[in-house]
Every structure is written in C-alpha cells, then in structure tokens.
C-alpha cells in the first residue's frame, strides 16, 4: 500500500475523529467546571491515576496551568491528591467521589449519543467497528 495515500487518509480520519468528539461531547460537561478543566477531568477519568505532568503534557498545558487548574478542581472537591508512598514529592491525581458522579453523569450523555449513532449499525458492522477499533488502539493509537 502506498504510505503517503495511507497517511492522508489517517489524516482525514483523525479530523473526523475530532469533529465526532466535539459533536459527542457538545454540552456534556457540567455548568460547574470550565472546557479546559473538563478536558482534565475527561483524561483523568480514563487513565487515573495520573501524575500532573502526565497531564501537562497530554493537554498541551503548562505546568503553572496545570497545576492552578487542578487547584480549583481540588477546591471544588472533584479531584483528590495522593503522595507517593516512596517518593513524597511525586503526587498523583485520581477522581473523588463527586468527580466520579460528575464524570459518570457526562459520558452517560456521550454514551447515548454514541449509541444513535451506532442505532442503525448490524452486528456484522459493530462486530467491525469493534475490531477496528481495538486494531486502531493497538497499532496507531498506543
């Protein structure tokens, strides 16, 4: 295959993949927290726990940012702190009991509309998207 059509086409699939979040996502999130904290919450969510440079550099934030971000996020008791048990000074970020709700509430919005996309979709085309979905995550999106 020629890697160059390959690429392109990665390329278009990436804007659409971008474009489907956005859509998905629209107004999921809670009035309480704003969309860069939201993005902060969202990773998190999916790979806590987290350090907050880990987070820095996955959300293409500063460190000052960052770390005033998850001030607030801790302020508003959606996010909890744990230390190292070997190394004090590394700090590790995962979700608290009001983050997880808050979290839960939002992708059950985004699992609805996930869902209606996929309303018309045989088992044949799911069973599909389920593969390439996984031959995706494992071969580009590692």
């Known amino acids: 295959m020629d890697k160059k059509a390959l690429f392109e ?39 806590q726990p987290v350090t907050p ?12 940012n960052t770390s005033r971000e998850l001030k607030k996020l801790s302020e508003k008791n959606l996010i909890e702190k744990i230390s190292d048990s070997e190394d004090r000074r590394k700090q590790y970020i995962r979700l608290s009991k009001e983050g997880e709700m808050m979290m839960n509430e939002a992708f059950a919005i985004v699992e609805s509309r996930f869902q209606s996309r996929l309303q018309h979709a045989s088992k044949e085309e799911l069973a599909d998207i389920d593969r390439a979905l996984d031959i995706l995550q494992t071969k580009l999106f590692y």
């Open 53 to 64: 440079s880990e987070i820095s550099d996955c959300q293409h934030i500063s460190m000052p």
């Open 9 to 47: 086409k990665m390329v278009t699939f990436t804007t659409s993949v971008h474009q489907v979040t956005h859509e998905l996502t629209q107004n999921a999130k809670s009035d309480s927290v704003t969309p860069v904290q939201y993005k902060i919450l969202e990773y998190i969510t999916v790979s």
